[in-house]
């Protein structure tokens, strides 16, 4: 097993290897703060659409791009080395909520072409700015069934999460993302079906873009939701030979803390990424979390301080000031280091 060779993002793993680099925050917390009406998701053309569209975050990069392109300033300005495209949510089966499915593949290009435009107004020689492409866990799941009255009911199956994937992944990297993101898995089958349409899509057009994988741990179980502890879940995806593996979502730092250090264990040979939550969530709370800037960045500079990560950042609840913090907390620290000869000792 050789290392892969990358098409784009190729000084991303020697830029690893020397710091730890800086992910943005938490878009839809951003996206809130702009108290959009139904009437600006809309736009001009989709003011006549039959179903509500306020909560379709992703459709703004069509309807309002300037409020996508300032949140992504706003984080390149707080520091970020890395952004990520508003696509979470912009594949079909997503979109397909809100009757929109025919346009996931548009909503990728654009969105990609937002954010390269952005990070390109920021690189510089000294401080590169990368485009990570997101591809969310979809609102379907392949392993759990949405019928507490019938075990082996799914309402969505690999076939289907693939064939979006995949269209997600053509659009991502059209609009000229330096690699992709496959966040948030709660389900292993969903994470597997995005990992064979990246694979699948990489051999049908010669493209090869770094990979990071980030998984959620739900609660103190230490599971994913279908089921997985954090070293089975990496067993699952590792054939993937993702650049970074990490964790992100549901649980502040505090709480995240002994699955990451487990992760780093079971993935010497990898880079480990994380962006918790600012904390647990609080409705009277400003940004719908408690954690200050202060708070997070302390955090996440202990797991810095013990060797655990190369890639953090913040999930929701997190703002610009969160990752200005989060920078200036962990610059002075050493990133973690591979142990590359394991991987290939273990592959020959």
Known sequence: MKAPVYTRGQNLPALLEQRILLLDGAMGTMIQRFKLTEADFRGERFKDHGKDLKNNGELLVLTRPSVIRDIHESFLAAGADIIETNTFGANALAQDDYGLAEISRELNVEAARIARQSADKFSTPDKPRFVAGALGPTPRTA?????????????????????????????????????????????????????????????DSGQRLPLVISGTVTDASGRILSGQTVTAFWYSVRHAQPLAVGLNC???????????????????????????????????????????????????????????VNIVGGCCGTTPEHIAAIGQAVSPLPARSRQREFFYKEAA
């Open 250 to 308: 549901a649980l502040g730092a505090a709480l995240m803390r002994p699955y990451i250090q487990e992760l780093a264990k079971a993935a010497p040979d990898t880079f480990i990424s994380c962006y918790p939550n600012a904390g647990l969530p609080n409705p009277m709370a400003e940004t719908g979390f408690d954690e200050t800037p202060d708070v997070t960045s302390r955090l996440l500079r202990e797991f810095a301080a013990e060797g655990l």
């Open 143 to 203: 392993s759990i069934s949405p019928d507490v009255n019938d075990p082996g009911a799914r309402n969505v199956d690999f076939e289907q999460l693939r064939a979006a994937y995949y269209e997600q992944v053509e659009g991502l990297v059209e609009g000229g993302v330096d690699l992709l993101l496959v966040e948030t898995i709660f389900d292993t089958l969903n994470a597997k079906a995005a990992l064979f349409a990246i694979d699948e899509y990489f051999a």
